[in-house]
Each structure stands twice: as C-alpha cells, then as structure tokens.
DNA sequence: CACGCTATGTCAGAATGCTGACATGGAGCA
DNA sequence: TGCTCCATGTCAGCATTCTGACATAGCGTG
C-alpha cells in the first residue's frame, strides 16, 4: 500500500537529512566567516591536512565539487600564502599542493570551530548514537556509484 | 585527550553526512532531468502538494533557500503551467500559490522517481534502522536556530 | 612504435544562488 | 490617529558553481 505522494515531508528521511545538512551548512558558514574561510576552502584545507599532496581533482572529488571549482578555491589559497603547488607537475599532469606553515596555523584554527559546531550540533544524541548515525550513514555512501 | 584536527574525516559524522547529501542530490538530479524539473522546483511542488496555499517566503524556508531564489522557481513553474498565484494578495503581501490540475499530475509521477531514489540510497538499512536514522537526524534539527 | 583511452589542469560562457536594498501591507501600541 | 516594527514580494548587482571544451601527459594494447 503505497502513498500517492511523499506525504508529510517530516517523515521523510531525505528531507530531514537536507535539514540537518542545511543546519550544518550555516552554522560552518558562521563559524568560518571571522577567519575569512568558505566551507569549500576549509574542506580544502582540512583534507591536506589529513592527506598531503592531494591533487586538484582529487580534492575536488572528496570535497564534493567539480575540478573548476576546485581550482579557484586553490589558487585562492595560494595567493593568501595558505598551500603550495609546484610550478610543474613532477609526474603526468596532477600538481601536489601542500600546506604552508601558515596553512597548518589557519586549519588547525579552523579545525577547533569547525569541530564545535559538530559537537553542538549533535550534542541532541548521545556518544553512542552518534557513532551508530555516522555507521548508518556510511552504509548508505558504500553501495553509491561514486567513490 | 582532543586532537589537534578533525583526523580521519571517514570518522566525522559531518563529513559523512555531506557524503550521503552529495549523492542523493546527484541521484534526485538524474531522477528529475527526464521531466524537466530541478530539485528546487521538485521541492516546492511537494511542499504545495502537502501544503497548498502556502507563500513564496513559507517555500523559501521550508526549501532551504532564499525568498528571491524561490521567487524564480515559482516564476518559472507558472510559466510551464504546473502552479497558480492570485495577481493581488487576499491578505497582506502573500501570495497563495495553488498547484494546477497539471502540477498535480506532475507532482506526482516527480514524487515517484524521488522515492525511488530515497529507496534506493538508503536500502542497506533496514526498515527499523531508517527509522532511527530520521529520528535521530530530527533530534538534532530539533534544537537548532532555525524552525 | 603507434594508436586509443583515461585523467588532469585550465579556459570561457551560462546558470544558479545569494546579499543588499526598497516599497508595500498589516499588527501592535501609545 | 499616528508611529513603529515586522514580514512579504521584488529589483539590481555580485559571487559562486556548473557545463562544455580543449590541450597535455601517461598507460595499455595491437
């Protein structure tokens, strides 16, 4: 017995995930706006920090975002001092950015206000919940076409 | 004991969040561009298949974007036909939309290829745990700013 | 070796969304 | 009544992102 339409919106998990998306979204904006950071730049930033060298399409890819994209948020980083790229690839075409000592000040920085907003806006579920919501999502990205 | 930065972002609910946000957005995109409708423009013919009558800055929020955003979307959709606004508000500045006899219709074969795509992603979990998941995600919505 | 295939970086144009601003209509209050 | 305050609809300008396209570098296979 299937409903005609969606029905009540709040029961709709996809709808509640574009809310709580929707929250997060605002809440990093915020956070990220006194240290002049977009949530592009700082995912950026926050996934050279985890793994150095990291190319411009594969940034873009982890981050969720086309290649273009990508490179403006590169470039921009790079005249602000934040990361490195070498003016010539050392293998095929990809160019490894790496962060500055100054891009490692401003993630870390980052990194503590981007993990508060987390905290806040989780702090409704217990520690336990968290890590089976985190196990449920991950479930769900494992059999997407993209990865 | 925290750690300097987020660490492994496969650990951050945040992170994994956008992933599965990322992936439903791709996959309702795809559902949607046979029938020539963008995900915003899907959403406010939910939202008024649900709610009729309701205002461009009601859709506005409930849709996650900005009044002038959906100002378009309306603009557009009544141009095709599938939506109705009065040329003078009844009461105060609000204009009342109402869906068409074919925004209805397609509303309908719309809401069909979404909930396939939302049956789809988050097939790997059972019934009861997307259940949970919702109620976990509205738990956190719950007590943020926005409502 | 030559060819096709893939991936990467980049340029140009279009589309989409947002910020700022303004006028209007209604509610609340002195 | 007159004033303030707030919400709504809408216009203009700007920023960001995407789509399409192209050249280049490596890799595999014949």
Known sequence: MEQETVGDLELSVGYVLKQVHASMRTAMDEALRPLDLTVPQYACLELLGQTPGLS??????????TRQSMNLVLRRLQERGLLTRPDQAPHGRALPTELT??????????SVAVRAVEKQLFSPLSR????????DLAACVA???TS
């Open 56 to 65: 411009n399409a594969e940034l873009a890819r982890r981050a969720f975002v």
């Open 101 to 110: 000592r100054d891009g490692r000040t401003m993630l870390r920085t980052a």
């Open 128 to 135: 336990e919940q968290q890590l089976r919501l985190r196990e």
């Open 143 to 145: 059999t997407s076409p």
